[in-house]
């Protein structure tokens, strides 16, 4: 028996490769630390019935139309906003992602990037790796700010955002938090406060955004809102880069507006060699790092190559994003 073929457009690790070698014909980009061309995507494609993609990949309508013979697109992430999915829908093309894998990995992440701006570690790293502790220890050499005691607020009260609470309760942190929708539940669980997204910016001395990018996200946080924070505050970024309006925090941050920030996602990824913000001091910047755990990018590696192959069996994913896509192609084994 022929069997189906599909595309990997990233090198992955060996326990996904091997899922997916076992029940179809795969080929994989072979290029280590560059995303695939658009150019070769579109050719690669063609013949496939499956596409395992990542976030730096553009899956439009362009793409699936190159690709006839598709029938699913398993992204190699929670978010999927680098992927059309109505289109998908449409031409009957089944979408899923990997939700759940990462949430702790990435609020410890989150957790870290705010620890480090607080207590100015980079700083002080390139200091001493610049041979600039010449002279004797001294009480203001690169003080920073408190941690515990202080007052975390948190923009958006998914998993991440709850799994950030549970770690800020264990530095004796006053949590509170803005959601869409109030969490009764995690607010007796975990001893939080519900506030209005302006009363969060007002008074936490740390901000961390744990947001989906949507058109009403993006761009959230801007010049008002940074102005709206505590001169001693700091913001932390771990969910998508364009709910940030970059240029105005770095006009926050190059004026004082606030102390701080931590950033693991950017406006452009990779970030522009240009941008201003790698000229700030009190920045802590991570390449898209906030899942980057040996044991969690190989769980989400093999749970995409088990979504993916799910549909090649005939068999309903388990991490489905469209799910009204069964109605226009349903499961057939």
Not at 87 to 105: C, H, K, M, S, W
Not at 140 to 148: E, L, P, Q
Not at 243 to 259: F, Q, S
């Amino acid at each position: 028996m022929v069997k189906p073929k599909v595309y990997v457009t990233r090198q992955l690790f060996d326990e996904a490769i091997e899922i997916l070698e076992e029940h179809a014909d795969v080929e994989v980009y072979e290029g280590v630390d560059d995303a695939i061309p658009r150019e070769l995507l579109l050719e690669k494609v063609a013949d496939v019935e499956g596409l395992l993609s990542l976030l730096t990949e553009r899956i439009d309508a362009e793409v699936m139309d190159a690709a006839e013979g598709l029938r699913v697109i398993s992204n190699y992430a929670v978010g999927y906003n680098n992927i059309d999915v109505a289109a998908a829908t449409e031409r009957g093309i089944y979408v899923t992602n990997t939700p759940g894998i990462l949430t702790d990995t990435t609020a410890d992440a989150a957790f870290a990037l705010l620890m480090a701006a607080a207590r100015r570690i980079p700083e002080a790293d390139r200091h001493i790796r610049a041979r600039g502790w010449i002279h004797a220890w001294g009480p203001r050499m690169f003080i920073g700010t408190d941690i515990h005691g202080k007052t975390l607020g948190i923009l958006g009260m998914g998993r991440i955002g709850s799994a950030i609470a549970k770690r800020a309760k264990g530095f004796d942190m006053k949590v509170i938090y803005h959601d869409l929708y109030r969490r009764e539940d995690l607010e007796e669980e975990l001893g939080i406060d519900y506030k209005s997204r302006d009363e969060v910016l007002r008074e936490a001395d740390f901000v961390s955004l744990h947001v989906p990018l949507t058109p009403e996200t993006h761009h959230m946080i801007g010049a008002g809102e940074l102005e709206a924070m505590k001169e001693t505050a700091i913001l932390i970024n771990t969910s998508r880069g364009p709910v940030v309006d970059e240029e105005a925090l770095y006009e926050a941050l190059r004026d004082g507006a606030i102390a701080g920030a931590g950033l693991d996602v950017f406006e452009v990824e990779p970030i522009n060699p240009g941008s201003p913000l790698l000229d700030l001091d009190n920045i802590v910047l991570t390449p898209h790092l906030a899942s980057g755990s040996v044991e969690t990018r190989t769980k989400m590696a093999t749970t995409a190559a088990l979504n993916l192959v799910s549909v090649l069996q005939g068999k309903e994913p388990p991490n489905l994003v469209n799910p009204e896509v069964m109605k226009i192609r349903p499961i057939v084994k």
